[in-house]
């Protein structure tokens, strides 16, 4: 059973950043994908970061600039650079990996707010 958990989350005044990190259970290259999403209260869980197993990225236009997912393999540790971080980036954000599973996270809270 792979085990994800993630930390970082936090309250952050507009325009402040945070990074999120996800500890993985398993050795993250052996997974095809690895990435973050978030899920507002009221709104469907929408994908913010991806990365595949050889290290193509991408984002959706919201966050394309303001975040960067890198990992660590030898920490087997996903991470979320979340800079410029607006009002409208409040959310639960999860990690995820996937094989022929995909796999999550508990999810840590982001807010920001003044």
């Known amino acids: 059973q792979v085990q994800l958990v993630e930390s970082g989350g936090g309250l952050v005044q507009p325009g402040g950043s945070l990074r999120l990190s996800c500890a993985a259970s398993r050795r993250i290259l052996s997974f095809d994908g690895m990435g973050w999403h978030r899920q507002a209260p009221g709104k469907e869980r929408e994908s913010v970061a991806r990365?595949?197993?050889?290290?193509?990225?991408t984002y959706p236009d919201s966050v394309k600039g303001r975040f960067t997912v890198s990992r660590d393999n030898a920490k087997n540790t996903l991470y979320l650079q979340m800079n410029s971080l607006k009002p409208e980036d409040t959310a639960v954000y999860y990690c995820y990996a996937s094989d022929s599973r995909n796999y999550w996270g508990q999810g840590t809270q982001v807010t920001v707010s003044s």
């Open positions: 990365i595949t197993s050889v290290g193509i990225t």
